[in-house]
């Protein structure tokens, strides 16, 4: 199983960015969706996160900006250069997480 993250790139402040995240293969029993962001120098930190049992949740940064959706896509508006990283998705079920590579997204003010 793989996961391929996609639609990072390059906008001005205040612009849109939908990532999505695609599987191949098929994984069993998800109960967690998740997105994180890495920006250089930084730790890689929780962005998003949609479980079966609730959610979903958002970091204070990108509360009423960003919405992450059951298929694992995340929808990122009024984009500021402090969003500029690069993002993950992660899927975990009972015995695994998986990560996808990563996608750049540039924010420029």
Same mark, same amino acid.
């Given at each position: 199983?793989?996961?391929?993250?996609?639609?990072?790139g390059?906008?001005?402040?205040?612009?849109?960015?939908?990532?999505?995240?695609?599987? =191949?293969?098929?994984?069993?029993?998800?109960? *967690?969706?998740?997105? %994180?962001?890495?920006?250089?120098?930084?730790?890689?930190?929780?962005?998003?996160?949609?479980?079966?049992?609730?959610?979903?949740? %958002?970091a204070?940064?990108? $509360?009423?900006?960003?919405?992450? =959706?059951?298929?694992?896509?995340?929808?990122?508006?009024?984009l500021?250069?402090?969003?500029?990283?690069?993002?993950?998705? $992660?899927?975990?079920?009972?015995?695994?997480?998986?990560?996808?590579?990563?996608?750049?997204? *540039?924010? =420029? =003010?």
């Amino acid at each position: 199983v793989q996961l391929q993250a996609s639609g990072g790139g390059s906008v001005q402040a205040g612009g849109s960015l939908r990532l999505s995240c695609a599987v =191949s293969g098929r994984i069993l029993s998800i109960n *967690t969706k998740a997105w %994180y962001r890495q920006a250089p120098g930084k730790q890689r930190e929780l962005v998003a996160i949609i479980t079966n049992s609730g959610g979903p949740d %958002y970091a204070d940064s990108v $509360k009423g900006r960003f919405t992450i =959706s059951r298929d694992n896509a995340l929808q990122m508006n009024n984009l500021k250069p402090e969003d500029t990283a690069v993002y993950y998705c $992660k899927i975990r079920n009972g015995w695994h997480e998986y990560w996808g590579q990563g996608t750049q997204v *540039t924010v =420029s =003010s």
